[in-house]
């Protein structure tokens, strides 16, 4: 059974990076089947895409946040990585890592989710 | 703002059928790229309920179904239950890979 979970600081400072690693269990970064991707909560609101991954090593992000984000992966410790700079109040969110499935292109396994908070 | 709209709130009685609506344009939906539906339970993170426009993953009930036409597409609940109180989520994309949500609707089981 395929299983991800994020982890990371639970809290940032203004201007700083967000680094969070979400770790993959019961899966592989190598298959062309899958994508692997960030999705973002802030409280009280809707869904937001922050960006994919592909096994060939594409990335596809945000348009609105593309300036800031980068995902990558370590395939010797499955685990996926976002990094996103400059962070301000209004990236304060829970943080989903969840598995994009190639063709109709939707999340079907997601991780529990992890709150960043932006705060000096 | 989504790109995808949905309405923010819909409401039934137990029993009822409901259906919440996500509007997207020639771009996204209209251009015949697929729609997933997702549910979010509250504290929880979401979860897969259709997929490809009509197809229900392995054990979600058939009292939930999928539809898509033109530039829009629904999502239908039968058969109302308190359980079902939740926020839905409509998800496409577009020809760049961007993946896009609708903003969510909550369904309040009157």
């Known amino acids: 059974q395929l299983q991800l979970q994020e982890s990371g600081p639970g809290l940032v400072k203004p201007s700083e990076t967000l680094s969070l690693t979400c770790t993959v269990s019961?899966?592989?970064?190598?298959?062309?089947?899958?994508?692997w991707g960030w999705i973002r909560q802030p409280p009280g609101k809707g869904l937001e895409w922050i960006g994919s991954?592909?096994?060939?090593?594409?990335?596809y992000y945000n348009p609105s946040l593309k300036s800031r984000v980068i995902i990558s992966v370590d395939t010797s410790k499955n685990q996926l990585s976002l990094k996103l700079t400059s962070v301000t109040a209004a990236d304060t969110a829970v943080y989903y890592c969840?598995?994009?499935?190639?063709?109709?292109?939707?999340?079907?396994?997601w991780g529990q989710g992890t709150l960043v908070t932006v705060s000096s | 703002q989504s790109v995808l709209t949905q309405p923010p709130s819909v409401s039934g009685a137990p029993g009822q059928r409901v259906t919440i609506s996500c509007t997207g344009s020639?771009?996204?939906?209209?251009?015949?790229?697929?729609v997933n539906w997702y549910q979010q339970l509250p504290g929880t993170a979401p979860k897969l309920l259709i997929y490809?426009?009509?197809n229900r993953p392995s054990g979600v009930p058939d009292r939930f179904s999928g539809s898509k036409s033109g530039t829009s597409a629904s999502l239908a609940i039968t058969g109302l239950q308190g359980e079902d109180e939740a926020d839905y989520y409509c998800?496409?994309?577009?020809?760049?890979?961007?993946?896009?949500f609708g903003g969510g609707t909550k369904l309040t089981v009157l």
């Open positions: 969840a598995r994009l499935r190639r063709g109709w292109y939707g999340f079907d396994y």
């Open positions: 019961g899966g592989s970064f190598s298959s062309s089947s899958y994508y």
């Open positions: 991954f592909y096994y060939g090593g594409s990335t």
């Open positions: 020639s771009s996204n939906i209209g251009a015949g790229y697929d």
């Open positions: 490809d426009d009509t």
């Open positions: 998800q496409s994309y577009d020809s760049s890979l961007n993946a896009l």
